[in-house]
């Protein structure tokens, strides 16, 4: 049979509705799960998934984002693997989209195609020095510590280093901040990356600055990151009287928050260690506020970093941005990682929108930039939506958006005349292009053998960090 025979394809008729709905879903990470879950657990009609992911695992950010200190956030996959024994689920890891399956190929299989890939990379700062050695995205770092094949061979040395700068205030910048300082001895039975533990064994950082460019009011890490930098074994978090100054319009934003208190609780915790002051102990975390990196200051290698002194004023649009001084200052540090943001990637044959870093959408339909309309059939949910925003539970509201559009649209039968009949051909057509897909219960395998290596090192996991290591793993007997 052939794929130019009618036999093979649904038509679109009037029991079209009767047929099981084909969904791929491209990103396995939260927001394609919570995705796969909307879907499978209504009633309106029968739906199967197929989720893909580029990595022969599951779990995107929860298992290659989530910092290895933070074990209990990563219970959150429990959920997962009980939507992953639903009928009508399927797995299929180490399948990159764009390279092994093109978007024509996908549509001729499936109905609808959502895309949850997530923002994998980090912005730059686009300023003079900024791709000096020692110069990083803490994407690049945090994928490191957590052992993502992306990032096994990445080297961070850290035997000579005594200062690190880290450019950004929000949950990356204080947890990056906090890796770096832990004892190690506390981070060793976690799930990190054994090589990186032993690199931070050998670490000589005495001391860290956290550069916000706009003031303590509006930093965007939550309280319970930033309680945990004041927990901290060995380390004093440390804050500059002056940086506490409220001007007026922080005030006003403090005033206007009050049903958002993170802001509040912020301010009354980074109030309690002004009494401290420097503190008694060897390392040292040091939050400034309202200062942007205007150069990173070295020829060979990272040597400091000169930073402005910022206000506050506001556009426009009535959003408090900081503006320059023209008063400067110089740090001296040995490494610097940028937390300013993650962003998306351009997928093969899907728009994206290089400026925001996501899948121009609305409501989670994709919009063709052309002609301003929705493209048929393809959807996108999650950070790659949205932009790097909340935490891992937010992609659970937003997926279900998505998937409302898209059984909308299935009512109304905005559905592909042609595709395929049977389930089995995606695996027969990978099959034939030699890629070697991961099936959920070859995670499974893969899970017990980290699970296995783990109990032996004392560790939660013992992580394989290569992609040959992981199709071992998944396709052992």
């Given amino acids: ?75 959150v996959t429990r959920q997962f693997e009980k939507v992953a024994q639903r009928p009508g689920f399927r ?47 803490a994407t690049a770092f945090v994928a490191w510590y957590n052992g993502h094949p992306d990032s096994r061979r990445s080297q961070f040395n850290f035997s000579t280093v005594e200062r690190i700068a880290i450019v950004g205030n929000g949950n990356v910048a204080l947890d990056v901040a906090r890796i770096l300082t832990r004892a190690v ?16 064994r050998k670490s000589t950082v005495k001391e860290i600055y956290v550069l ?26 440390v804050v500059r009287p002056g940086d506490l100054a409220l001007d007026a319009l922080s005030q006003e934003f403090l005033a206007q928050s009050t049903a958002e208190p993170t802001h509040q609780r912020n301010m009354e915790i980074l109030t309690g260690q002004i009494a401290k002051g420097e503190g008694s102990h060897a390392r040292k975390i040091r939050l400034h506020f309202l200062v942007s990196p205007v150069s990173v200051l070295g020829t060979s290698r990272v040597e400091g970093v000169r930073i402005e002194k910022n206000f506050l004023r506001k556009d426009e649009r009535g959003n408090l941005k900081a503006q320059g001084t023209g008063v400067y200052e110089e740090l001296p540090c040995q490494m610097i990682f940028r937390a300013i943001g993650y962003k998306g990637r351009r997928l093969a044959g899907v728009p994206f929108d290089e400026r925001a870093g996501i899948i121009p959408n609305r409501a989670g339909r994709v919009i063709d930039p052309t002609s301003a309309t929705p493209m048929p059939r393809i959807y996108v949910a999650g950070w790659v939506k949205r932009g790097p925003s909340g935490v891992i539970g ?34 027969t057509l990978l099959t034939r292009k030699r890629v070697r897909y991961v099936t959920f219960t070859g995670w499974q395998r893969t899970d017990q053998i980290e699970l296995a290596r783990g109990k032996k090192l004392g560790k939660a996991r013992d992580k394989l960090t290569t992609i040959e290591e992981l199709l071992e793993a998944a396709e052992a007997a």
């Fill in 1 to 75: 049979m052939t794929a130019a025979d009618p036999a093979c394809f649904m038509r679109r008729d009037s029991s079209l509705a009767s047929q099981p709905l084909r969904v791929a879903i491209f990103g396995a990470g939260p927001s394609g799960f919570y995705a796969a879950e909307e879907l499978l657990k209504q009633s309106e009609r029968v739906v199967t998934v197929d989720l893909f992911d580029r990595l022969p695992t599951p779990y995107g950010l929860v298992r290659g984002g989530v910092a290895p200190d933070h074990q209990k956030i990563k219970t």
């Fill in 91 to 137: 797995f299929f890891g180490n399948v990159c989209f764009g390279t092994d399956l093109t978007l024509d190929e996908v549509l001729a299989h499936y109905h609808q195609v959502l895309f949850a890939t997530g923002a994998e990379s980090g912005r730059r700062m686009g300023i003079p020095g900024e791709d000096l050695p020692g110069s990083y995205p």
């Fill in 185 to 200: 001895d506390e981070l060793s039975p976690s799930d990190m990356a054994s090589y990186a533990v032993e690199a931070l």
């Fill in 212 to 237: 916000g460019r706009r003031g303590p009011a509006q930093a965007a890490f939550t309280s319970p990151e930033l309680r945990e930098l004041t927990e901290l074994t060995g380390v004093d978090l």
């Fill in 394 to 427: 937010t992609n659970k509201a937003d997926a279900h958006a998505t998937v409302t559009a898209m059984l909308a649209d299935a009512r109304q039968h905005l559905l592909s005349s042609e595709v395929w009949s049977d389930p089995e051909t995606i695996s």
